[in-house]
């Protein structure tokens, strides 16, 4: 396994000048690549230092709702479980089938309201006057499943978010199972869940094991209902949507604060997390990765360099550093 200095830059933005580009900033982090064995391919920066994964830790929680006895009634509700979703009128209705199903509604939710992030959505929302929501919420889908999920096994809805509660003992053990490394910390995440600490070589593994376990486990039912059905991942215009269009068989889950995962079968998977925890860095190390797993690197074109603006058009660029080549 190749190793490079403990904090590299991953990232560099390039502005256009007069003259010449110019090196506006750069953005620090770790990124790991491992094999389809799950073993590191190759490590920048401290890839073992624990992380807080934020939503990208979302794909490996929702075998938890499955294996805890609930019976989605198709697999678009199990990808939206997973989701980080828009907040667009197909995810809101499908999280509030998820709520009724179970015998329950939006008013169980423990996720704060809020307003949709699709843009067009949350604009006719404001001109309408409409207050924020907690199925709006990005983390809805993932409440209505765990609320669900207690439904099912007959734990109490009632203190779900609590990290005592028996639903959030088992994420906290699955989690540490998967990734082959235990839970170091456990703290409040934004949607009022507990958000869980681990190296980000315990979060790649923890998605690869999902994309090559065996069908019809929990892991493979969650692996196989996001690639099914991205948009309800994520949604229009995002790139977790987009690249799990393009690329086959690709699961991809981002997380706040500059984290992302990917997993490819039979290839590997990809975790890194950017120390400023910026997003405008992400996509083009999430995509240099990517290409050492074998993707090609025309398919990652659209997202392996990020376009600067200034004024009314491009005047700069985000490119993975050489560090990453």
């Not at 904090?7 to 900033?25: K, T």
């Not at 994520?234 to 500059?258: F, I, P």
Request: with cysteine; aromatic share 2%.
């Amino acid at each position: 396994m190749s190793e490079w200095p403990q904090n590299p830059v991953l990232v560099e933005v390039w502005r256009g000048g007069l003259a010449s580009d110019v090196l506006e900033s750069v953005h620090r982090g770790a990124l790991v690549v491992l094999g389809a064995d799950g073993a590191p391919q190759s490590a920048v920066g401290d890839v073992t230092r624990p992380v807080l994964p934020r939503s990208s830790n979302k794909p490996v929680q929702a075998t938890v709702y499955l294996d805890a006895g609930w019976q989605p009634r198709d697999d678009r509700e199990l990808a939206l479980a997973a989701a980080s979703h828009n907040g667009e009128d197909d995810h809101r209705e499908l999280a509030a089938q998820v709520l009724a199903h179970a015998g329950l509604e939006p008013a169980h939710l423990g996720c704060p309201p809020s307003l949709p992030g699709h843009e067009a959505t949350r604009a006719h929302w404001l001109v309408e006057g409409r207050a924020p929501e907690r199925l709006a919420m990005n983390c809805s889908g993932k409440h209505s499943a765990m609320l669900a999920a207690c439904v099912a096994a007959g734990w109490p809805t009632e203190g779900y978010l609590d990290p005592g509660h028996p639903l959030q003992q088992a994420i906290e053990a699955r989690l540490g199972e998967a990734g082959g490394d235990p839970v170091s910390a456990v703290v409040v995440d934004g949607c009022g869940a507990p958000q869980h600490e681990i190296p980000l070589t315990g979060l790649a593994r923890g998605v690869l094991s999902l994309v090559q376990a065996e069908p019809g486990t929990a892991g493979r039912r969650v692996a196989d209902a996001m690639r099914a059905h991205p948009w309800l991942v994520a949604g229009t215009g995002r790139d977790d949507t987009e690249l799990m269009q393009a690329v086959d068989g690709l699961l991809v889950k981002g997380g706040a604060d500059g984290v992302h995962v990917a997993a490819l079968p039979g290839a590997g998977a990809v975790a890194l997390k950017l120390d400023d925890g910026g997003d405008r860095g992400r996509l083009p190390a999430l995509c240099a990765g990517l290409v050492r797993l074998g993707v090609p690197a025309a398919t990652l074109a659209p997202w392996s360099s990020t376009a600067v603006s200034g004024g009314e058009g491009v005047v700069g660029h985000i490119r993975p550093s050489d560090v990453l080549g």
